[in-house]
């Protein structure tokens, strides 16, 4: 079964200032690959996806992930945060040709100081 | 927006009771799932369905039990709660194949 790794649990910073988060995963075959965010007392939701194509993944609110196959990695990021993006960042990752379940990491919480 | 509820969203209950978590889901999605998330800890998939009459174990082991006997509604249902059970469940659905989970806002157990 697939397993999703994400670092640095607890991420703190200013407004204005660029956010990475790390997302690898332990699966060879083809996959899709997903952030989701959970806003405080907000539903999980979907903040960007790859199924294939461009491996560079733009989503809502200015985020963007790129899918570097040969590293397994799907790493999120943003060029300038907002307060309002103190958040909850979790990784999913669903092999496309087994147990088609999503598995998930631990996933980031993000405080953004205004 | 995605439309799933989960209800209640808060349940404090004592040793012993029986408990379902409701949840449903007005999309048509074939596939709902249930999971289990402790604060600081992935999401871990404790059930799941693909329709109708059709329910799974998931890769955490549970105690509690699920029925689908309509596409729209997914209770998950534990004879009798233990202090273990103290978690957050969340309910999902999706289309299948190349999904997007879609989830709900999830409910809060505690058990005294």
């Known amino acids: 079964a697939q397993s999703v790794s994400q670092h640095n649990h607890h991420v703190i910073l200013s407004e204005a200032a660029s956010l990475e988060l790390g997302c690898n995963y332990s699966y060879g075959g083809t996959v899709n690959l997903f952030w989701y965010v959970q806003y405080p007392g907000q539903h999980l939701q979907l903040l960007l996806k790859?199924?294939?194509?461009?491996?560079l993944v733009k989503g809502i609110k200015g985020f963007e992930a790129e899918f570097i196959k040969s590293k397994f990695s799907f790493n999120l990021r943003k060029p300038s945060v907002q307060w309002s993006d103190t958040a909850e960042y979790f990784c999913?990752?669903?092999?496309?040709?087994?147990?088609?379940?999503?598995?998930f990491g631990k996933g980031n919480q993000v405080v953004v100081i205004p | 927006e995605a439309d799933i509820y989960q209800t209640p969203r808060y349940l404090v209950i004592g040793t012993g009771k029986k408990i379902t978590l409701e949840c449903s889901q007005t999309m048509g999605h074939d596939k709902m799932y249930w999971y289990q998330q402790d604060p600081g800890m992935e999401l871990h998939l404790i059930h799941y369905s693909y329709g109708v009459n059709s329910t799974e174990k998931g890769d955490l082991s549970s105690e509690s039990t699920v029925s689908r006997i309509r596409t729209e509604h997914f209770p998950l249902t534990l004879e009798s709660a233990r202090p273990s059970h103290t978690s957050q469940y969340l309910c999902?659905?999706?289309?299948?194949?190349?999904?997007?989970?879609?989830f709900g806002p999830g409910t809060r157990l505690l058990v005294l």
């Open positions: 999902a659905s999706g289309t299948g194949g190349q999904e997007t989970q879609y």
């Open positions: 999913a990752v669903n092999a496309l040709y087994g147990n088609n379940r999503l598995a």
């Open positions: 790859y199924f294939s194509g461009d491996p």
